[in-house]
């Protein structure tokens, strides 16, 4: 695996699983996008989320213990995103490595003779964010694709602001200055600030664009106009 025709991609578990079920329809067409560049002669470093699935196990453990600590709460969340990464890596087949890679900065010399490697996530403190930067820096990759289920970052929370404009380009200072706070377990952002932090620190560009919509990330990993932000 060389750092050309590369790419780091972290894949929001809000797409895996979005609500009470697995996304089937998005395994489907997002492990069909990956065969087919596979194919072409390109690798891949995914990085898996956890989704709702995380969400409801840390809701019913804060609910039976108020008292849980923050990292017991991380501990808890970052069982999912492995078996979200499993899921991914059989749905694969042979062209994965066939282990969950534990540490995104520590990757098994074997691992990099196939042409996709998964892990998720690796220690409380920071979403699967922080691990995918942590996997493209590890692999020499200035570049990671963050798929999610929002097609731009804004400039408000368009939840809560109607008005809110997607931006189509953003400094890592104004994604700062947007979406400041320290990491929780359970944090909705369009980015984890831990991560953007590394990102910015290690000169790194990160693409937030809507995983469900397969042929615009063909449109990024071709080089093409796509839809999304990119923030560098």
């Given at each position: 695996?060389?750092s050309?025709n ?12 979005p609500n009470d079920?697995i ?6 067409e997002?492990?069909?996008t990956i065969?087919?560049f596979?194919n072409?002669?390109?690798s891949?470093?995914?990085v ?6 995380t969400?409801?196990?840390?809701n ?6 108020p008292?849980?600590t923050?990292e017991t709460?991380?501990?808890?969340g970052i069982?999912?995103t492995?078996?979200n990464a ?5 749905i694969l087949?042979?062209?994965a490595y066939?282990?969950?890679i ?5 990757i ?9 490697m998964?892990t998720a996530?690796?220690?409380p403190?920071a979403s ?10 590890s ?5 990671v694709?963050n798929?999610?289920n929002?097609?731009y ?5 368009p939840r809560?602001n109607?008005?809110a404009?997607p931006?189509?380009?953003?400094s890592?200072?104004e994604?700062?200055?947007?979406y400041?706070g320290?990491w929780?377990?359970g944090l ?14 290690n000169?790194m560009?990160?693409i ?7 042929k ?10 796509f ?6």
């Amino acid at each position: 695996m060389s750092s050309e025709n590369l790419f780091v991609i972290s894949v929001g578990g809000s797409l895996i699983f979005p609500n009470d079920a697995i996304n089937i329809r998005f395994l489907s067409e997002f492990t069909a996008t990956i065969k087919e560049f596979v194919n072409e002669g390109y690798s891949f470093g995914l990085v898996t989320g956890g989704g709702q699935l995380t969400r409801h196990y840390q809701n019913v453990v804060k609910e039976l213990n108020p008292s849980v600590t923050s990292e017991t709460m991380d501990e808890v969340g970052i069982v999912p995103t492995k078996l979200n990464a499993t899921a991914i890596i059989a749905i694969l087949g042979e062209i994965a490595y066939p282990e969950v890679i534990p540490n995104p900065t520590d990757i098994p010399k074997n691992a990099k003779q196939f042409k996709v490697m998964v892990t998720a996530g690796w220690k409380p403190g920071a979403s699967t964010d922080y691990d995918a930067v942590l996997l493209a820096f590890s692999l020499g990759v200035k570049t990671v694709i963050n798929l999610s289920n929002i097609d731009y970052v804004y400039d408000s929370d368009p939840r809560k602001n109607k008005d809110a404009k997607p931006r189509k380009t953003m400094s890592w200072t104004e994604f700062e200055n947007l979406y400041q706070g320290e990491w929780k377990p359970g944090l909705n952002l369009p980015f984890d600030p831990i991560a953007a932090k590394f990102a910015k620190e290690n000169s790194m560009k990160v693409i937030v664009c809507n995983g469900n919509d397969s042929k615009n990330l063909k449109d990024i990993i071709k080089g093409r106009e796509f839809k999304g932000t990119v923030i560098q």
